[in-house]
């Protein structure tokens, strides 16, 4: 047989998925439910509940046929659907059960939905059967227990349940009478039941069924408790439960009692029997009698109650006298005894004729005197009633229920009582009410058993907690003392025999005190109500023992007779004779007795005790005791009062005179602390009254000092080894000075600090650890939890206090809290777990004080850093006690440390289910809160080390944390203790401390409340590890069953019925686990495992469809987006922490991207996210606190969960949006080669297509509630009330994700309201100003909520935009939504006027946010673009904002503010300027429009020009990254802003430079830049491009004429000669590739290719001038000259590289501007510039032969090539594959994009060469000249050679080569196909412009033009010379100067050419004009203007030459 959970439904069903036990746990306040389903729970189980003495019905044939059917509808009409599989155990389960078919479903259902069961057990039918079974008993026990609770809770007005209650019971118990009847009924026929037919015959199965009886059978009776609690019964109900506890002997009578033989069945029976007892006499209503008059009429005639029926009342009688004489009938008899006593005392004319009967029956007799107290005559049956009642032994009776668990929570969780309820206050009411019918019916002079009664009223009043005693010790004082005085004459006899016995005394009045015990004393809440019940107890107590009326004594009898004597016997008429004192005698307690006064005897027999008339004080009576043995500790022998002065004659007692009765003085002094202890603690008021009272000015030691003493004694004692060491003494003593701590902090202190016994001081030990083992050897630690207690205290002294006192008492304090620290960490914490106790549950209390200590330091003293100094420390008092912890747990932790925090959190699985075992549920309760305890520590310790981690200092170079290392602590909890075996779940392996603790989530037998903390540290543990060096901490490999710890918390997250607290806490772990633990994630997310982390997939369980969805933490987080609409303002809370699960999910969507694909493709969900993403959030509401309510024990502000809610929300929509940014960043084509557009981009298109609603979104967005001044006037109120106080000192320990929204999110406000009203005390004044600081705090906290979630909002929108960008930006119009909002968001942010640090968050933020708004416009393809106006106004708002006063631009550029935002408003600048430009040119703009665009730009501009002057102040004395790249950007900026057409004249912004001297900085900061580098230091740090980018400004500037003047004038070609890479350059040693940095291009080379870019500007600009080029070009050219034959070498020989061909180009570029500067109209230069030129020439036409080489042979070209980059080498690798052949297909931008990019830029550089030679050899001029003498002067510079050589310089023939080439590219280019031919810039190295037909067909059609006119007139020159000249001349020559000398300096000596023949000349020439003819004849017209026109003039030329040369050769042949 097989079953499964798999057949639950997905939604949640009431009845298949809440139990009994929950809503048992609800009703009784252990759980929570909201009222809404806790009601429909309630309603559909009304048919179980109204009938709950017999519940479920049996099998029916219906109810089979149903199941069968696989469709079963419920009770609440849900129709379940059962799998076949299914049909076979609920068919079992009804058949072992006797339960119907369907019941037994439901139960099925239940079962697997609440109970953890393992898959072995789901496999073994018999086991599973057991499992049911159980459960189903259970079921049934709580379902009894329900009814109880209803009942309970209809009965208590204040319950929060009362109404609901009460409505369920009128409607479905309308008669209670006929109810609890038919209760009392099933009660007595299950006493006489047999063991059913279904039950199985084994003895095992019988017993278990007959235990299950008798537990039904208490419950039950639990029940009629109740109903008697809630509702009056008659009398005959009463009769017949009377009859039945004689029947039923109480409920000890039972068919099967030979089935009830075990120690747990014993148990029941016992509790039975009292219950039965106590119910009875609840239901004679004492309560009502004791308080009430007795008044019969009224009874009958409203007929409620017993007493309405006198027959009733007569069968009552007769039933009690029949019940059999045994002890446990007598309460029940003494009851009656008392009614029939209030019956029998009414006047005879007050008994109603009814009663005439029984008031007969009562028989009275003559009066007498008795024991019983008779007011007004004789008693008759009562007396008889109630003298049954003693001898049956009442006391015994009393004495057994008060040591039964029906009075202990401790006693019943010891014994594994089955009380529902133990020790409730009813039950203690009822014991209570016998009591006081004892004191009302019987002098208490009488009772021989007066001890027991004593001992039994101090159970009862005096024992169990707090919240219960309390109420009965107040009702006492204020009741019933009031209603009798009789009733407390328990007390006064006490009193009377006080001090001679003085014990009964000090135990009566501790358990009158309201506080329970000593074991109560932490128990002690801060409830007001409670509070104030307690204190007004003690208050009665010490009033009580404050005026004793009465001094007995032991008259000792040397003072009776003899000399000495002073008493004296006096003969009295009514006492006989009487004791009087002949002299006035000071008694023990300070009193005075007069002469002369009356003793009366109380006692003769031996001894004479008398009890004088003295009013007195107890209180100095107890003082007294402590003096006298404080004295006698150090040995004296008597004590007399130092400065006591004594009235004549009076004669001074001792206290041996006094005869106290006390075995052991000891004792009596423990005692006596003990009251004091009990009464003072935590009661302030009290303490303060009784430290005044007992503070007399005599010079005796008050309370204070003498317990001081006492202490001291006691510890000096124990370390001179004097007798036995006095460990009660000192525990108690530490109590009382735990109590008295908070009123006399100031004489406290200072002796603990002068006390080096306690704790020890220095190298001395002190007493305590002696004492301690003492203690280990008895193993009793009454005094070690003492001294935790009074550590306790302290801590809580000092903390509350720190605002108090002064700086040299709060050393002090530090001092001895150190001490305190130091020794319970060494003697205690390190140690406790190894020692010997008699009772387990010390050692966990142990533990749990220690770790409680260490948690509330950790919780409430200020953040340390491991890095925190030493005058940081010291600076703040609690701040070393805060390095105490951290240091010994993370940062200095020992294993002796760590192992008692770690083992007590390993092993408490197994220790927890031993003890439940053995049925010590006490120790087991201890156990847990151990657990909580060191959970909260360990917790706190890792939230504390991950703030550390965060705010970890700075490595030396300011940018990167240092990493903390992983902690001892984390390792353990990882690995766990070495040497030590942590079991796993019954699967005999290994489970660690982390396993352990994700375990408590899942076992529900720990609680809520363990399960939300243990969560909390395992966010803390991920977290911590995280940001811990080694990371990869797995937590996923250290837990035994990953798989069912995730079902667990998933099963917990979909449960609604579950603690919201423990639902986020769930939350929030998971979302660390997605960010933290991949693996762990992986399984939350998907359900499964990776195989490389378990080897196997996650398990499906026995019976699941495979095929059905697995619920995950993904899917539960899909449910609630589904739900938003239900719980977005039901649950926010929740709603907010799985939106940030998705929201981390999403962000690491790439480690989850095969579970995430189904929600990906599910249009719904993105529908569901939509609905939060577009969702209103409407107006945030108000921060300001004006009123505090109490909400569940807490104070919160009035409108704290108003600001939650709005904040949730708004972070809600935060993740929502983020959720889809992620998701387009994840679909983007980037990552994935798909073009698909994502479903998320829908829901992402439909909130920028209104522009009404995105401009709503937008104004959200930038929405920021942050008010600066609630904040300043928070720190005001502080600086000048509190000084003291310091907001970081009481920030929220806990992580960021935990915090809670609402005023509590960021400081402890209730701790801050704690401190300043301590630190206020009685002053009226500073107690307004705490009160109010409170109030601010709050509206902090609330300001913080709703700021950080805006900013979370902000942010996420920030987001989107930058990942919408690429998606939208084909959208239609969109751009014009676009900049609407962006104006209207800048103008936002040029309003702001608030400052400060967060507020400059906010505005970072909202620059970013309207980036990427401008950042969409920017990529947008809308045709519509923004008009005029809105880029006026945006720029206008733009120019405000890099003005901004509350925010200055440049001072974030100086970091003198975080975070940093001027790069952003660079890049917003950036864009502006692009756009202003555009409107600028554009002819709609108005003239105003332009003008004010123009005025805002140059204020911009303005800003840009002081940012780079401050870049450049910050770079001058030390170059940083970061202002490199601000430079870089402020560049780009500058450039777009100095456009000319945004500016009239640039005159405005150039004046500005000149202001602040901007030009001369950057040549100043240039020539101390580090432009080498790492290029030639390759050990050297990596440069920064500083230098780089201010030689991209001067590019700038140099393409302007009026600052590139401004920059020549400044010196900038002098500055390039003085950089730290001029060397390199006079070398000629620059290459474009990096030594040091193989890869990567030389910053080197960069540089130089720049300056080459800015002199050749200057050049161009200046050049007319021939100062500027015959100094600064000259020397530029002659200093770095090597660089320049370098390039202009290069030849066929050497490797090609694209920086090379660049740089060869701009070297071309700069000799081209200056000969076109310097040359023209045939007018020579200035010599200097002549030579220059003259030497350019000359390696031109060498570097002209080989570019003709390489573009006449490309697959030579491909293999000179060679790649600098990895991006170059990848690009030329795949184009290199095939061959190349012939011009088009060296240009093929399809095929080979980055070779036609290459060979366009190498045409444009051969059309440079051949224009830059036209104008150096005056070519074009020469062309025009038709002097042939003057064309005589211009020998040839170029060799009419009709061969080509590679390695010479260019011939004719090369240069029509070089023009074929170029005409083949200019034909191709000009083809219709190939016009538009571009390549992708892409597939093109950066450095090259990527191939442009357009571009190409230029540069060819130019360089056909310039080559054939210089061929041409080369040619014509050579054929005007002489043949027998040389044939190819030099530029000397034309130049008029020898420049061999200059070439020999620069460039180095050439080689002259051979001569040759003349005749063959000749030939060659005419050969060659035809040929540049037949070239010239090709150009094709159309490629470009004026070409026509000079091909014609090449032509003619051309044609003449032939002509000319046919005809020399004519005549030279003849």
Same mark, same amino acid.
């Given at each position: ?188 026929? &299950? ?14 199965? =019988? ?20 109903? %008697?609690?809630?509702? @009056? ?68 005639? &409203? ?246 009326? @009465? ?179 000192? %525990? ?30 220095? #190298? ?14 008895? #193993? ?26 002064? !700086? ?34 010390? !050692? ?20 340390v850093t491991a890095a925190a100094t030493t005058d940081e420390i010291t600076g703040n008092p609690l701040a070393p006690l805060t390095r105490f912890v951290l240091d010994t747990f ?74 903390v290392r992983i902690s001892l602590l984390e390792q353990t909890l990882f690995n766990g203790i070495p040497g030590m075996t942590h079991v796993g779940k019954g699967r005999g392996q ?100 990776? =195989? ?76 569901? +996210? ?296 660079? !890049? ?130 140099? &393409? ?21 890479? %001029? ?91 200056? =000969? ?43 293999? +000179?090539?060679?790649?600098? @980059? ?73 060799? %009419? ?17 070089? =023009? ?57 020159s050579a054929t005007y010379q002489p043949v027998t000249a040389l044939p190819a001349g030099s530029f000397k020559d034309s130049m008029g100067m020898d420049l061999d000398l200059e ?72």
């Open positions: 047989m097989t079953t499964t959970n798999g057949s639950k439904a997905s939604t949640f069903q009431d009845l298949t998925d809440l139990t009994f036990q929950r809503l048992h746990g609800v009703l009784a306040h252990y759980e929570s439910l909201d009222f809404e389903p806790l009601e429909a729970a309630l309603q559909h189980r009304s048919s179980l509940l109204k009938q709950c003495y017999e519940p479920f019905p049996r099998p029916s044939g219906e109810s089979r046929r149903s199941v069968q059917s696989g469709k079963v509808t419920l009770r609440d009409g849900i129709v379940l659907e059962v799998a076949d599989e299914d049909k076979e155990i609920v068919f079992e389960i009804s058949k072992v059960l006797d339960l119907d078919e369907v019941e037994a479903l439901t139960l099925l259902r239940l079962f697997f939905y609440n109970e953890d069961i393992p898959l072995a057990q789901i496999s073994d039918s018999s086991r599973l059967l057991d499992a049911i079974s159980d459960f189903y008993y259970d079921e049934r026990l709580f379902l009894i227990r329900t009814v109880g609770d209803l009942l309970r809770v209809n009965a208590s007005t204040g319950d929060m349940y009362n109404t609901l209650a009460t409505e369920f019971i009128q409607s479905h118990i309308p008669d209670q009478h006929v109810f609890i009847e038919k209760l009392l009924q099933s009660l007595a026929a &299950r006493t006489t039941d047999t063991v059913p037919q279904y039950v199985p015959k084994d003895v095992k199965s =019988a017993a278990r069924w007959a235990k299950q009886n008798l537990k039904e059978q208490l419950c039950l009776l639990e029940v009629i408790f109740w109903s %008697a609690i809630s509702k @009056t019964t008659n009398g005959s109900f009463v009769l017949q439960f009377l009859q039945a506890a004689r029947q039923l002997g109480l409920g000890r009578n039972q068919h099967l009692e030979e089935l009830l033989m075990d120690e747990e069945c014993g148990q029941l029976l016992d509790d039975l029997e009292v219950l039965f007892s106590v119910t009875a006499i609840q239901l004679l209503e004492l309560d009502k009698l004791l308080d009430e008059d007795l008044d019969l009429e009224l009874a009958i005639k &409203r007929q409620r109650g017993f007493l309405a029926s006198p027959k009733d009342v007569a069968d009552i009688h007769t039933a009690v006298s029949q019940l059999p004489d045994e002890q446990r009938y007598a309460p029940l008899v003494l009851s009656w005894g008392y009614v029939v006593s209030k019956i029998a005392r009414l006047p005879r004319d007050e008994v109603p004729q009814e009663y005439e009967d029984f008031y007969g029956v009562l028989n009275p007799i003559p009066a007498r005197k008795t024991r019983f107290a008779v007011a007004d005559g004789s008693l008759g049956v009562a007396e008889s009633v109630l003298n049954r009642a003693f001898e049956l032994g009442i006391f015994g009776a009393l004495r057994r229920y008060t040591t039964s668990p029906l009075l202990s929570t401790a006693l019943a969780a010891a014994v594994a009582s089955k009380l529902t309820e133990p020790n409730n206050a009813q039950f203690r009411y009822v014991i209570k009410g016998v009591l006081m019918a004892i004191l009302d019916s019987v002098q208490v002079e009488y009772i021989t058993d007066y001890d027991i009664l004593a001992e039994v009223w101090a159970s009862v009043f005096g024992s169990g907690e707090m919240p219960i005693v309390v109420h009965l010790c107040a009702s006492f004082w204020t009741r019933d003392i009031g209603n009798s005085i009789q009733r407390r004459s328990l007390l006064d006899l006490s009193l009377s025999r006080f001090p001679v016995e003085i014990l009964p005394l000090l135990w009566l009045l501790r358990a009158m005190s309201g506080t329970g015990g000593l074991a109560e004393l932490d128990s002690i809440a801060d409830d007001d109500m409670q509070a104030a019940l307690r204190a007004s107890s003690a208050q009665h107590v010490y009033e009580y023992f404050s005026a004793l009326p @009465t001094y007995a004594q032991v008259l000792p009898p040397h003072l009776i007779s003899g000399p000495d004597a002073i008493f004296d016997t006096r003969p009295h008429a009514s006492l006989g004779y009487y004791y009087t004192n002949v002299r006035p005698v000071r008694l023990p307690g300070g009193c005075i007795l007069p002469p002369s006064s009356i003793g009366r005897v109380i006692s003769n027999q031996g001894t004479v005790v008398v009890s004088w008339s003295q009013q007195h004080s107890g209180w100095d009576m107890l003082l007294d005791i402590l003096r006298t043995y404080q004295v006698r500790a150090l040995g004296g022998r008597s004590r007399r009062p130092v400065a006591l002065t004594l009235p004549a004659e009076t004669v001074l007692l001792e206290l041996e005179d006094v005869g106290l009765q006390v075995d052991n003085e000891e004792d009596l002094v423990a005692e006596i602390l003990d009251l004091f202890r009990c009464l003072l603690y935590k009661n302030l008021d009290l303490t303060s009254q009784v430290v005044a009272d007992l503070q007399k000015d005599d010079g005796e030691p008050d309370l204070i000092q003498v317990t001081l003493l006492i202490l001291k004694d006691a510890l000096v004692a124990s370390t001179a080894e004097r007798g036995t060491a006095p460990t009660r003494i000192v %525990a108690s003593a530490l109590g009382v000075l735990t109590a008295l701590l908070p009123v006399v902090p100031g004489q406290i202190w200072p002796f603990l600090r002068s006390l080096p016994q306690l704790f020890g001081d220095g #190298g001395q030990m002190g007493s305590t650890p002696l004492l301690l083992n003492v203690e280990r050897s008895s #193993g009793s630690y009454g005094m070690t939890l003492a001294l935790l207690d009074l550590v306790g205290a302290l801590f809580d002294e000092a903390f509350r206090m720190v605002l108090t006192h002064n !700086r040299t008492l709060q050393q002090m304090k530090t001092d001895v809290l150190l001490r305190a620290l130091n020794f319970i960490h060494s003697e205690i914490w390190e140690e406790h777990i190894t020692w010997r106790y008699v009772r387990v549950a010390d !050692r966990f209390e142990i533990g749990r004080k220690v770790g409680n200590i260490y948690a509330e330091i950790l919780k409430l003293s200020p953040p993370i940062y200095k932790a020992t294993s002796s440390t760590i192992n008692p925090l770690v083992s007590s959190i390993s092993t408490v699985r197994q220790l927890h289910d031993a003890l439940q075992k053995a049925l010590r549920f006490v120790d087991a309760s201890n156990l847990d809160q151990l657990l909580e305890a060191n959970l909260l520590l360990t917790q706190l310790l890792l939230v504390r080390k991950h703030q550390s981690s965060a705010s970890a200092p700075s490595t030396a170079n300011g940018f990167e944390s240092q990493t290994r489970s660690e401390p982390v396993d352990v603790i994700a375990g408590l989530v899942q076992n529900r037998s720990f609680g809520p409340s363990i399960a939300t903390i243990a969560t909390h540290c395992l966010s803390a543990l991920c977290a911590s590890a995280s940001v811990s060096s080694p990371t990869g901490l797995s937590l996923v490999a250290h837990l035994s069953d990953p798989e069912a710890v995730s079902a667990a918390y998933v099963r917990l997250l979909s449960d609604p019925y579950e603690e919201i607290e423990l639902r986020k806490a769930v939350w929030d772990f998971i979302s660390i686990v997605v960010d933290t633990q991949p693996a762990l994630a992986a399984l939350f997310i998907s359900g499964k495992l990776k =195989a490389s982390e378990k080897g196997v997939d996650i398990k499906t369980e026995p019976g699941r469809n495979n095929e059905e969805a697995q619920q995950t933490a993904l899917s539960v987080a899909c449910d609630v987006v589904a739900s938003s609409a239900a719980l977005w303002d039901v649950t926010p809370s929740l709603h907010n922490a799985a939106l940030t699960m998705l929201d981390l999910v999403w962000q690491h969507a790439l480690e989850h991207l095969d579970a995430l694909t189904k929600t990906r493709e599910d249009p719904q969900f993105w529908q569901n +996210l939509a609905w939060i993403a577009s969702k209103d959030l409407g107006e945030p509401p108000a921060n300001v606190v004006t009123a505090i309510e109490q909400a569940f024990g807490e104070e919160h502000a009035k409108q704290s969960d108003v600001v939650a809610a709005y904040s949730h929300h708004s972070a809600s929509k935060a993740h929502a949006l983020h959720v889809l940014a992620m998701d387009l960043k994840l679909a983007s084509p980037d990552r994935f080669k798909s073009t698909a557009t994502p479903k998320s981009f829908d829901v992402v298109l439909k909130l920028f297509k209104d522009s009404q609603t995105f401009a709503t979104h937008m104004s959200e967005a930038t929405r920021c509630s942050f008010a600066p001044s609630l904040h300043g006037d928070l720190q005001r109120l502080i600086s000048e009330n509190f000084p003291t106080l310091t907001l970081d000192s009481v920030r929220v320990t806990s992580l960021p994700s935990q915090r809670t929204y609402g005023d509590h999110y960021l400081y402890q406000s209730d701790v801050v309201h704690n401190r300043l009203m301590k630190c206020a005390g009685s002053d009226e004044s500073l107690g307004y100003y705490a009160t109010l600081i409170f109030l601010h705090t709050c509206a902090v906290n609330l300001d913080w909520s709703l700021t950080d979630s805006e900013i979370l909002l902000t942010r996420s929108w920030e987001t989107i935009l930058q990942e919408a960008a690429s998606w939208l930006r084909t959208q239609p119009n969109l751009e014009t939504t676009i900049m609407v909002s962006a104006a209207q968001m800048a103008k936002v942010i040029a309003e702001e006027k608030r400052g400060g640090e967060t507020m400059q968050n906010v505005h970072a933020d909202r620059l970013s946010m309207l980036e990427g708004l401008l950042n969409v416009a920017w990529v947008s393809t809308s045709t519509v673009g923004p008009s005029p106006a809105q880029i006026a106004e945006l720029v206008r708002s733009v120019r405000y904002i890099a003005t901004s006063e509350s925010f200055p631009p440049l001072d974030s550029l100086r970091r003198r503010t975080q975070p940093t935002f001027h790069r952003t408003l660079l !890049r917003i600048v950036y864009f502006c300027a692009h756009k202003a430009a555009a409107v600028c040119q554009a002819v709609a703009t108005k003239l105003e429009q332009r003008l004010a665009i123009s005025t805002d730009v140059g204020e911009i501009l303005g800003f840009v020009v002081d940012a780079m002057r401050s870049v450049f102040d910050l770079a001058y004395h030390a170059s940083a990254p970061e202002l490199s790249d601000d430079l870089k950007l402020l560049v780009a900026v500058f450039e777009k802003c100095a456009k000319p057409e945004l500016h009239s004249t640039p005159s405005t912004w150039l004046a500005r430079c000149q202001e602040v001297d901007l030009l001369r900085a950057s040549l100043e900061v240039l020539v101390r830049s580090d432009l080498v580098g790492r290029t030639h230091a390759k050990d050297g740090p990596r440069p920064t491009p500083f230098g780089q980018h201010i030689l991209y400004f001067h590019v700038v500037l140099a &393409r302007l004429p009026a600052s590139a003047e401004r920059l020549a004038q400044e010196g900038v070609i002098t500055a390039y000669q003085k950089a730290d890479l %001029a060397p390199y350059l006079q070398a000629g040693s620059v290459t474009p590739s990096s030594n040091a940095a193989p890869g990567e291009y030389s910053s080197l080379h960069r540089a130089w290719c720049t300056m080459l870019g800015v002199s050749t500007s200057l050049t161009q600009v200046l050049g007319t001038e021939g100062h500027f080029l015959s100094s600064e070009i000259v020397s530029f050219v002659q200093l770095f000259g090597a660089q320049l034959t370098r390039s202009l070498g290069w030849t066929i020989d050497e490797p090609l590289t694209l920086p090379l061909v660049e740089e060869i180009h701009r070297v071309v570029r700069l000799f081209q501007a200056t =000969a076109a500067c310097s040359i023209s109209d045939g007018r020579d230069p200035e010599p200097g510039v002549l030579a220059i030129l003259g030497a350019f020439a000359e390696r031109s036409l060498l570097l002209l032969q080989q570019l003709n080489y390489v573009l006449s042979h490309p697959n030579h070209l491909v293999t +000179l090539l060679e790649p600098v @980059t990895l991006e170059e080498r990848t690009i030329l690798e795949k184009e290199g594959a095939t061959s190349i052949d012939g011009p088009v297909q060296m240009i093929d931008s399809a095929g080979r994009p980055s070779f036609a990019s290459l060979v366009q830029r190498l045409l444009i550089i051969v059309r440079d060469l051949a224009s830059t030679l036209l104008i150096i050899s005056k070519s074009d001029w020469l062309f025009c000249v038709r002097d042939d003498d003057l064309w005589r002067t211009y020998p040839p510079q170029v060799a %009419a050679e009709t061969t080509v050589s590679a390695s010479g310089p260019v011939s004719i023939a090369s240069l029509r080569e070089l =023009a074929t080439f170029a005409l083949d590219v200019l034909r191709h280019c000009l083809k219709p196909e190939n016009k538009a031919a571009k390549a992708k810039p892409e597939l093109v190295p950066a450095i090259l412009q990527p191939f442009d037909a357009g571009v190409a067909k230029a540069a060819a059609a130019q360089a056909v033009e310039q080559i054939l006119l210089f061929a041409c007139v080369q040619l014509r070439r020999s300096n620069i460039f180095g000596r050439s080689a002259a050419p051979a001569p040759i023949d003349s005749t063959r000349m000749m030939r060659n020439w005419r050969e060659l004009a035809f040929d540049l003819n037949l070239v010239a004849k090709e150009i094709p017209s159309e490629s470009g203007a004026g070409t026509k026109e000079f091909k014609d003039q090449l032509l003619r030329s051309t044609s003449k030459m032939v002509q000319e040369l046919e005809k020399k050769l004519k005549e030279g042949l003849r």
